[in-house]
């Protein structure tokens, strides 16, 4: 039998069009570059686990979270499927802080790292990139740098986008 662990990703854009990577210092993916994000606790929505996991690891506040796809990752004899909820936000408060989990950094989309993120990464980052629906990805990995099999579709769905009132009058 199979669960599911849910789990968020954030990327930040700049008005420079650049996107905030962090490297990620310890746990799950030490080593690697990638948005931000983590685990959805109980009592909190998708995106308020996303906007939350973002302040913890980066020190930035999100003003509004667009879900731009969804990635299912199974890993080979192992029964957890992580669906990690990817969202994007280009309007925040707050000031770029490196944390114990994080040393954030902006990149310019041609000097985005992926030689030292995940294997998936480049294969999902460009539908990111080119904006239009949802995608939907599906990846199974053995162990952490193989990659066996792979699906990656665009959905019906627009981007949806979860406006987060008290931080904008936070700072008004
Ligand atoms: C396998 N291919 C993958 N490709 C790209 N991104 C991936 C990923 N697999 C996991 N991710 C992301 O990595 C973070 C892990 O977070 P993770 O440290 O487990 O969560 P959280 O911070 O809640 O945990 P702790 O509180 O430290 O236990 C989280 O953003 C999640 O979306």
């Not at 973002?54 to 969804?70: D, I, N, P, S």
């Not at 041609?110 to 993120?117: G, K, T």
């Not at 480049?122 to 162990?143: C, D, E, T």
Request: with cysteine; net charge negative.
């Amino acid at each position: 039998m199979t669960t599911r662990k849910v789990l968020t990703l954030t990327l930040v854009r700049n008005i420079a069009d650049e996107v905030l990577m962090g490297l990620k210092k310890r746990g799950f993916g030490e080593g690697k570059w990638n948005g931000f994000g983590g685990k959805v606790e109980p009592g909190e929505t998708i995106p308020q686990a996303a906007a939350r996991e973002l302040t913890e690891e980066c020190g930035l506040r999100a003003h509004y979270l667009t879900k731009v796809g969804l990635l299912d990752f199974e890993f080979l004899n192992d029964p957890v499927i992580h669906e990690v909820h990817v969202f994007e936000t280009r309007e925040y408060s707050g000031t770029v802080v490196e944390t114990e989990e994080m040393s954030p950094k902006w990149y310019k989309i041609e000097d985005i790292p992926f030689n030292e993120m995940w294997l998936d990464d480049p294969i999902w980052f460009p539908w990111y990139l080119k904006g239009g629906p949802q995608f939907y990805g599906y990846f199974l990995y053995k162990g952490f740098d193989t990659i066996l099999k792979q699906e990656l579709k665009s959905t019906d769905l627009p981007p949806t986008t979860t406006i987060f009132e008290s931080v904008k009058s936070q700072q008004a």
